[in-house]
């Protein structure tokens, strides 16, 4: 592959549509057109009412769905032009996720946890790589404790370490702080905001109006359409355009 120039972006999506099947056959259209890039280095939120399309933009965008219209290019890489098999190795490494729902496994370890996605891989996930995930989400004294004995927000910081021990170039995050309560949600936060550093982003999406504003730069849904984008957000300016996103005509 060529040598990437350092302002292409990680991911651009172009004219991305996609819908979901409704009653009697008819398709219910939930992104329609959205154009947006994801560049290195940065924290972008988005951010919209409920149903504006979020989830399934970040889905696009990470590969998990293949939009309906439109392109998706990771790296340069339009998605659409691979089989889904190379898509996945495509992307294997490259991308990154963590869920509202942390998706641990409960019989493991947090060690073990962090050093599932290597294993998966069939590749031997060293302990130094490993524990020094665990040690930048600081939870390197809990390391052979299984999930049920940590606290919601030391969970996710499991999360967020299982993910970044395979590198990402890109992390997706939804809803992520949603069932934190305000001080685990700022630590999970403060972690997001320190991996979206040299050539590494994280896209963040979330309801939080706060957690929001300590992106790089938002983007707001309003029925699947871009609404508005907003350069390193203020509370107030988001809180605007989120409640104006979602005002019906
Ligand atoms: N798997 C699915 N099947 C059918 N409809 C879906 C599916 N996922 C989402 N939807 C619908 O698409 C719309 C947008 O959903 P979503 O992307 O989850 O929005 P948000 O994350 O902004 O709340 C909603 O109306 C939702 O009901
Ligand atoms: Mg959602």
Redesign the pocket.
């Known amino acids: 592959m060529p040598p990437e120039p350092s302002d292409q972006p990680i991911v651009r999506a172009r004219a991305v549509e996609h819908a979901y099947p409704g009653v009697a056959g008819a398709s219910v259209p939930v992104l329609r057109g959205v154009s947006l890039d994801v560049r290195r280095g940065e924290l972008l939120a988005v951010v919209g009412p409920?149903g504006s399309g979020?989830?399934t933009l970040l889905a696009c965008l990470s590969g998990l769905e293949t939009p309906l219209g439109g392109t998706v290019e990771l790296e340069g890489v339009d998605l659409g032009g691979l089989s889904r098999q190379r898509s996945a190795r495509f992307r294997r490494g490259r991308v990154g996720f963590v869920f509202q729902a942390y998706n641990l496994l409960p019989a493991l370890t947090a060690r073990e946890n962090v050093a599932l996605p290597a294993r998966l891989a069939r590749r031997t996930a060293d302990r130094r790589t490993v524990d020094a995930a665990l040690d930048a989400v600081g939870l390197l004294d809990v390391a052979d404790r299984r999930p049920g004995s940590l606290s919601g927000g030391q969970q996710q910081r499991v999360a967020i370490a299982r993910t970044l021990v395979s590198r990402p170039d890109v992390v997706f995050a939804?809803?992520p702080t949603g069932a934190l309560d305000t001080v685990a949600g700022a630590r999970v936060l403060d972690l997001l905001r320190e991996t979206a550093t040299g050539g590494r982003a994280v896209v963040l999406?979330t309801h939080d109006l706060a957690a929001a504003a300590r992106a790089d730069r938002a983007v707001v849904l309003r029925d699947g359409t871009v609404h508005a984008e907003l350069e390193r957000p203020g509370v107030d300016a988001l809180f605007a355009a989120v409640e104006h996103a979602a005002v019906r005509p």
Request: net charge negative; no cysteine; charged share 50%.
């Open positions: 409920s979020k989830s939804d809803e999406v």
